[in-house]
């Protein structure tokens, strides 16, 4: 009987996996998407992938959005996988964002400032409604956008604070950050140790955590101080080399959100801040991010942490949605011989029970 | 239904303005406590403004002329957005002189010209809970609104006083409302709060995503919460507009280098723009 | 100050009344025909072990909770009486920052432990309309000397405090509005030895002093001798035993009540 079961289950999961195939195509009628298609076309997605699945690679990324289906998180998981298995042949330099090649730059706090309001490629201000054009089989490509000056230096607006001593400065540390690709969460955790398990955490439950501060769990005063988005230069040190080189570009979205008030009497008040960084352009989890670091930083600055976000381990355990979805989906998987026994415990209590109310 | 846009005068159907109509009077007959509300999606993302627009839309007229401003200004993004918005689904005129203007919807600020009777003034409102930093619980602030206990928000103004030596709230300031209702007036600069008071203009304010609506009508007592030895005080910053020389205005900080060089500018544009046309015709 | 006990207003007439209280948990009687009465400045100890229904009995005279029948009669300080149950929440809840005051036996319930001992203090002066922030603070610096807290701690927060600490702030916290009548829930219980001695005394010397009439939850008997003038004893939701302390204490006539009174004794 056994026996029988174990073989039924093979051949099921063999034809299971015969029919996600077929579904994942789809329509043969239909061309099939390339993987350059997903690349250039679904690129927030491609970039939300590469975030969460930590592993900067637009190509793979895009394939495993196509092999999933489109189910970003389990192509978060395909990458997560893939890049576990490649050997480590160095750690790069910290990117420098102030030298980005910017795209975007946007400032909540200040109406005007050096280098401008640069508006870049944006939702914002589109309004919402269904562009039916856009439904047409063959699209034209539209114009080129006007070519933009000559870049300007853009100082980031936390230095411009921090010129007149209105914002926290932050203390580079001496100690190798750790990692948290290689070694497990530890806590208390540091700043690096949580930035890291941010960046790489899920776009949605950080957006959560983050509005819920803004509502009130959470001791949250936040302006954006800044936005920026484009490329940064990667440069590594190789051991043989001795000196910086660089290995290419990327695009990477930064976050600065100035935050009200620290202090007390003997310290006067300062603006903090929280940091996101995110890789590609992901404006939303930048921020997100942004606003939970601020609030994880709620004990060291002083202030009562009492919120969900405001909790290390509540927001570090549960950010990442490759464990979140392994262990909730997890309890699909047979669970025969634990349900067996709470049937057998059921029964004798209730047996008991009502024992007892017929005495 | 307008043939050009393929939408309702105004973006939303007749139905749910009345809905939103009924909150309003509802709103109005209680100066400054917040009624639900069935707030609809709107074709811009919660927090830019939905409840303000539902609230212009539920009001708005072909014979009315619109002014929309955000942090005081006609030009910033979010006001062109809105504006254009208007003029698309309900081709109503629209300005940027406030004293032509018989509906103002803003974003943080009230204009520096004097409102008039018969002018309606719609705030865009984020929280409009004035209670949720010391009290996140919805059902709890209900409560607190329902037995005017408002001891709570006077203990964060006494902690402000103990730690700062001021209140350190600089905007968002709140107010209580014909003698009852503790209100949020939105993130105004608490420069802006004195103007609510007696207000010849009627105050509509909309929060989309919380799905509230509140109001005060023309001529209410608003007043600021403060310590008899500790008055409130609205505050500026120190220096002239750099365009019209206002020492009044309400100014914005605008940085010029990153050697720490700054300018102040009005942060109302008409009311900046009015002052330098006077000056020029007076040269 | 409120008035000292000789110049305590209708003596005559009881602070508080209840007749016939009855509650049951499900199958459990938690109040079964509890009747009793406080008068001005007389301070009453409700006790039995756990589970005998004297934290229920304390919630139900307090309005916070109500009861499946009986009723609770309140005398406001013009001499007029209201039935609790008829009060209306508004009405109750000014009555519990005014004259009346409730001190739980864990003090995280009954201060903001994100609020300075100042604003502590103060929230009941400015719930009742206070908005001199001088006058406040004159009034949070004068009822931390008189809990024997250092003002100089006046901004500190009450979670940087020791359990006794945050124990006398919460008294501090209570007394600011000169209730007549005080809740109190095992006051004691969770401090060590030698800091509820010290607590005792200072609420000894308080009641004295501002004439309050406090009504004690307590399981120690000891707690009870030294505050009581009167003391019930309660038993499955019933007053078995009840009688001025002295007498309850060294003439206990309930077998209950003289095993309560023996394993004291005896620990």
Known sequence: ?359 | MSAATGYNFGYLDEDTKRMIRRALLKAVAIPGHQVPFGSREMPLPYGWGTGGIQVTASVIGPADRLKVIDQGADDTTNAVSIRRFFARVAGVETTERTAEASIIQTRHRIPETTLREGQILVYQVPMPEPLFRLEPRVAETKRMHALADYGLMHVKLYEDIARHGHVAISYNYPVMVNGRYLMSPSPIPAFDNPKMHRNPALQLFGAGREKRIYAVPPYTEVRSLDFEDHPFEPVRARAGCALCGSRESYLDEVVTDDAGGRIFVCSDTDYCQGRQARQEAAE | MSASPMEAPLLEAPLLEASDLALRYGAVPALDGVSLAIWPGEVVAIVGESGSGKTTLLRVLSGLLPPDAGSVLYRDPEGRAQRLEAMGEAALRRLHRTDWGFVHQNPRDGLRLGVSAGGNIGERLMATGARHYGSIREAAIAWLRRVEIDPARIDALPRTFSGGMQQRLQIARTLVTHPRLIFMDEPTGGLDVSVQARLLDLIRALVADLGLAVLLVTHDIAAARLLAHRILVMRHGKVVEEGLTDRVLDDPQHAYTQLLVASVLAA
């Open chain 1, 1 to 359: 009987m056994a026996y029988v079961a174990v073989k039924g289950g093979e051949r099921a999961i063999e034809a299971a996996h015969a029919w996600l195939a077929r579904e994942r195509r789809g329509d043969p009628g239909l061309p099939a998407l390339t993987v350059g298609q997903i690349e250039q076309q679904l690129g927030l997605a491609v970039d939300r992938v590469m975030a969460e699945g930590a592993c900067h690679d637009r190509g793979l990324a895009a394939l495993a959005i196509k092999q999933a289906r489109g189910d970003l998180i389990e192509a978060a998981f395909l990458l997560r996988a893939y890049r576990t298995t490649l050997p480590r042949f160095a750690a790069s330099l910290p990117l420098d964002t102030g030298a980005m090649r910017i795209r975007r730059r946007i400032s909540a706090t200040y109406k005007d400032l050096p280098g401008g309001q640069v508006l870049g490629p944006t939702f914002d201000y589109t309004h919402r409604l269904l562009d039916f054009a856009l439904a047409a089989e063959d699209e034209a490509p539209p114009p080129p956008p006007e070519a933009s000056a000559e870049a300007e230096r853009m100082p980031r607006v936390t230095g411009i604070l921090a010129q007149e001593g209105l914002m926290q400065g932050e203390v580079a540390g001496e100690a190798e950050p750790p990692d948290l690709t290689r070694e497990p969460l530890a806590f208390p955790a540091e700043r690096p140790l949580r930035l890291q398990s941010l960046a790489r955490g899920d776009e949605g439950f950080l957006l959560a955590l983050g509005y819920s501060t803004q509502r009130g769990y959470g001791n949250a005063h936040p302006f954006v101080g800044e936005i920026r988005m484009g490329e940064v230069t990667v440069e590594i040190v190789p051991p043989e080399l001795g000196f910086a080189i660089e290995i290419g570009e990327i695009t990477v979205t930064e976050c600065q959100m100035v935050n009200q008030f620290a202090g007390s009497k003997t310290e006067p008040p300062q603006f903090t801040r929280g940091y996101g960084l995110t890789f590609g352009h992901a404006e939303r989890k930048a921020m997100a991010m942004a606003l939970v670091d601020r609030a994880l930083r709620a004990r060291e600055l002083g202030e009562e942490a009492t919120a969900p976000a405001e909790s290390e381990e509540f927001v570090l355990y549960h950010c990442d949605n490759v464990e979140a979805t392994g262990f909730v989906e997890h309890l699909k998987l047979p669970h025969y011989v634990d349900f067996q026994s709470e049937l057998e415990k059921i029964r004798q209590l209730r047996a008991t029970a009502l024992r007892e109310a017929a005495e």
